[in-house]
């Protein structure tokens, strides 16, 4: 018969009696069970990681919050600011369009009373886009008294911007 650990302990029980028994299995609890092999470093780590999964995937949830709470604070204060400057451009485009309107009436009426040997030359000294739209808003005669006094070819120039801003506000022939 072979001797082994385990046979030893048995008989060295049985010869205690239930009270010992009893008081060795409580003092030394792995002494009847197998032994578990020792853990490794890949098992340590890998429990290790799994502890702490949550709290680290709850720690990168809350930096990710913080940031798009960030953004959306800076995409905030932009619509803001651009609303303000939205307000401010109209404010200023009105102020524009009312001075632009007053400035149109009052030239007019200002080459509407000059002769028109002078009148032609202030506007031969003009730029040829605003020349020709003061000429438009001048009666035809005292347009045509105005042209025949200027240079021929600055006035055909003027006739030509006139001629095809006309043409612009007409339909286009459909045929």
Not at 9 to 30: D, K, M, Q, S, Y
Not at 84 to 98: A, H
Not at 140 to 164: C, H, Q, V, Y
Request: glycine share 4%; net charge negative.
């Amino acid at each position: 018969m072979i001797i082994t650990p385990h046979r030893i302990l048995t008989r060295a029980l049985r010869n205690l009696g239930p009270v010992a028994v009893l008081a060795l299995a409580l003092l030394a609890p792995g002494a009847l069970a197998q032994q578990a092999p020792p853990p490794t470093m890949e098992d340590e780590i890998r429990a290790f990681c799994g502890n702490i999964a949550d709290a680290a995937r709850d720690q990168r949830y809350l930096i990710q919050k913080k940031e798009l709470d960030e953004l959306q604070a800076g995409v905030d204060e932009r619509i803001r600011q651009l609303e303000e400057r939205s307000v401010q451009y109209r404010e200023w485009l009105k102020k524009r369009e009312d001075f632009i309107r007053v400035a149109e009436t009052q030239l007019v009426e200002i080459y509407k009373n000059m002769n028109s040997d002078a009148a032609a030359q202030q506007l031969e000294i003009l730029r040829p886009e605003i020349a020709a739209a003061i000429i438009m808003k001048l009666t035809p005669r005292l347009a045509s008294a105005i042209l025949n006094e200027m240079d021929s070819t600055k006035a055909a120039g003027l006739t030509g911007i006139i001629a095809s801003a006309a043409a612009s506000d007409q339909p286009e022939d459909p045929s």
